[in-house]
């Protein structure tokens, strides 16, 4: 791996200095950010995370925030989701689309109350689509990415860390909700949801200067839990099927291509700016989908570019994710698969540097 | 400095094999792609820029393409710089600004026909911009990423070089004119520009298959001229003051600030959707503008966060580009400073994370 050259353009968060504290080895970057993606080691990193709970600056999940009478409006053309019933309070995983119906973002959007959402982006620029959409058509709504910086508690033991903090309240959130808690004296949303299928929350912190404060107390107050700093896992992530915007899709790609056709209400999404291009995916549905793979033989090499997926000489898909799991002792994967080859249990090969490997199609992920 | 862990979000370009076998040693992300920036050493290569000839892989400087009957008019609204008299033919250095007449890139744009440009981008997501300001104004154009990766040959040698392989007539290609030149049948074009002061040109390589072909012969030819693999220098381009949006300014900036005050004909600008905004700024002038500085002592560290500009107890601007540069004895420097602080010869003083150095305000760029 070469090494990452520092500079302003690649932003560093408010909770960088702890993370390179923690002994981070190397990150990626994400929205013109730093995202860590090891500090022992993947594997190391893994285990803990599988037992204990960790504390991840995810920070490059930038906020999003649409402000305004015709917020709701705006989030509605941005996504085939219909929004209509969604309440205050809570969160909600949406596919943005362009007018193609092409994958410009797969957010979480929170909805803070009926004029003002924030979207959780994932790897791109969806504040320069808003922005532009909006001026476009003139809506009455302020686009801007405010400063809120995500940190995430995860893990098996992130509910017995945030009560320390935030007291015993913040069980009682659930899956895809978030309450007002307060730290400090600051208020602070809290959702339990996170880039893991450990269990855990996302803290919304607002301002930057409460960014340290906030992660020295959750490592103070989790001594005896073996809190650690950890960041999205690849083996964990692959594992439990979680898809990556711009690894496992780009904007080549449709939501049904991602197997997010039931978040789609197509027909109901009116104002939708991809809902024509759509319509006719939702009645006939994609040629081509996202499958779990297992993949033969020896831990693999990573995955930086797309690696053909063949039946024979014929090129039915690509892999784009992969990495060998310790516990299921099998290389993970997340392909591209097209209808003709993509039942459960169809045996294809893979392209990889080192040469051609065995590939199953499997009937679901592992976690 | 620590790793930059692989994946396919990071994309690599259709020159990345050769680079590697180059022995590149760094990268940023730059569009979501690999940039190299070091191969020596930051210094041999800056040394020998200045004295030979490189090839660079920035096919991260993506395109965005507009194409259709309102091309020119969708180009207009996204810059304040006047375009009505751009021939075919040109590259024009453009500002492009939002509604508040904030930068959201500073690109060179090609005038390929009256209804065709592409807009070489800086490091941000300006395809989504433009799509989404299209799409809402209903305009007649197809917004697109072509599959076009740039090389830059430059430094003192490229005339040389580029002679051998396209012949005496890109000598007489001016300086920011591109012409159509053929490589083994294929058509490019070959514009004098580059993101260094040492002259050279860049190739427009249409079709990823044609990339490395290109970057063969480059070498073939220019073996006896001493051509190596390169990438934009930290060094010559402070020294010569080529700025970097997202290190030396980012969207909070109009083009005033940074200097390009005399680009913006914001009264002719027609259509151009931040001209309301810009008006004012360019009556009154802006109240803090980017500046060459020179840094006493020592050689800094890299600056990888914006470095305060102190008068005393009072911030005064920001440092954001520096570093030691071997040719002129001093740390060089780019910096946004206020009106107050601004004029050549000013002293000032900067917080490094080292500790603080007095500053001079210069009168120019060093090259």
């Given at each position: 791996m070469a090494e990452l050259s520092p500079s302003r353009r690649i932003r560093r968060t408010p909770f960088s200095a702890r993370v390179e504290v923690a002994g981070v080895k190397a990150y990626t970057v994400y929205n013109r950010m730093l995202l860590p993606t090891v500090f022992e080691s993947t594997e190391a990193d893994y285990h803990h995370l599988k037992k204990a709970v960790q504390v991840w600056d995810v920070a490059c999940e930038r906020q999003v925030e649409l402000r305004g009478p015709d917020a709701s409006r705006l989030m509605q053309m941005l996504t085939p989701r219909d929004l209509r019933d969604v309440a205050p309070g809570r969160c909600v995983y949406v596919p943005i689309v362009d007018e193609t119906g092409g994958m410009l973002n797969d957010p979480v959007a929170v909805k803070l109350a009926e004029d003002r959402w924030w979207i959780s982006i994932a790897?791109?620029?969806?504040l320069l689509w808003a922005k532009g959409i909006c001026n476009g058509y003139h809506l009455d709504v302020l686009v801007d990415e405010p400063d809120v910086n995500l940190l995430a508690v995860q893990g098996p033991k992130a509910e017995d860390l945030m009560e320390r903090l935030f007291g015993a309240a913040v069980r009682e959130v659930k899956f895809f909700r978030f309450g007002e808690f307060h730290f400090q004296g600051r208020a602070m949303n809290i959702a339990r949801s996170g880039y893991s299928k450990q269990g855990g929350f996302e803290i919304y912190a607002e301002?930057?200067?409460i960014a340290m404060p906030l992660w020295d107390a959750l490592f103070e107050a989790g001594r005896d839990l073996d809190v650690r700093a950890g960041c999205p896992n690849l083996i964990e992530r692959i594992e439990g099927g979680l898809l990556s915007y711009g690894n496992d899709?780009?904007?080549?790609?449709?939501p049904h291509e991602c197997g997010l056709g039931k978040l789609c209400d197509t027909h109901a999404a009116m104002g939708c700016i991809g809902r024509d291009a759509l319509l006719r995916v939702a009645k006939e549905g994609p040629v081509q989908q996202i499958r779990p793979l297992e993949i033969a033989g020896d831990p693999v090499p990573l995955c930086d570019r797309a690696w053909p997926l063949m039946a024979g000489d014929k090129r039915v898909g690509q892999v784009t994710s992969t990495i060998w799991s310790p516990d299921f002792g099998v290389n993970v994967a997340i392909g591209m698969v097209r209808m003709t080859h993509w039942d459960p249990g169809t045996r294809l090969q893979v392209e990889t540097p080192e040469g051609l490997r065995d590939v199953t199609v499997r009937e679901s992920f592992w976690a």
């Amino acid at each position: 791996m070469a090494e990452l050259s520092p500079s302003r353009r690649i932003r560093r968060t408010p909770f960088s200095a702890r993370v390179e504290v923690a002994g981070v080895k190397a990150y990626t970057v994400y929205n013109r950010m730093l995202l860590p993606t090891v500090f022992e080691s993947t594997e190391a990193d893994y285990h803990h995370l599988k037992k204990a709970v960790q504390v991840w600056d995810v920070a490059c999940e930038r906020q999003v925030e649409l402000r305004g009478p015709d917020a709701s409006r705006l989030m509605q053309m941005l996504t085939p989701r219909d929004l209509r019933d969604v309440a205050p309070g809570r969160c909600v995983y949406v596919p943005i689309v362009d007018e193609t119906g092409g994958m410009l973002n797969d957010p979480v959007a929170v909805k803070l109350a009926e004029d003002r959402w924030w979207i959780s982006i994932a790897d791109s620029d969806l504040l320069l689509w808003a922005k532009g959409i909006c001026n476009g058509y003139h809506l009455d709504v302020l686009v801007d990415e405010p400063d809120v910086n995500l940190l995430a508690v995860q893990g098996p033991k992130a509910e017995d860390l945030m009560e320390r903090l935030f007291g015993a309240a913040v069980r009682e959130v659930k899956f895809f909700r978030f309450g007002e808690f307060h730290f400090q004296g600051r208020a602070m949303n809290i959702a339990r949801s996170g880039y893991s299928k450990q269990g855990g929350f996302e803290i919304y912190a607002e301002g930057a200067d409460i960014a340290m404060p906030l992660w020295d107390a959750l490592f103070e107050a989790g001594r005896d839990l073996d809190v650690r700093a950890g960041c999205p896992n690849l083996i964990e992530r692959i594992e439990g099927g979680l898809l990556s915007y711009g690894n496992d899709m780009t904007d080549n790609n449709t939501p049904h291509e991602c197997g997010l056709g039931k978040l789609c209400d197509t027909h109901a999404a009116m104002g939708c700016i991809g809902r024509d291009a759509l319509l006719r995916v939702a009645k006939e549905g994609p040629v081509q989908q996202i499958r779990p793979l297992e993949i033969a033989g020896d831990p693999v090499p990573l995955c930086d570019r797309a690696w053909p997926l063949m039946a024979g000489d014929k090129r039915v898909g690509q892999v784009t994710s992969t990495i060998w799991s310790p516990d299921f002792g099998v290389n993970v994967a997340i392909g591209m698969v097209r209808m003709t080859h993509w039942d459960p249990g169809t045996r294809l090969q893979v392209e990889t540097p080192e040469g051609l490997r065995d590939v199953t199609v499997r009937e679901s992920f592992w976690a």
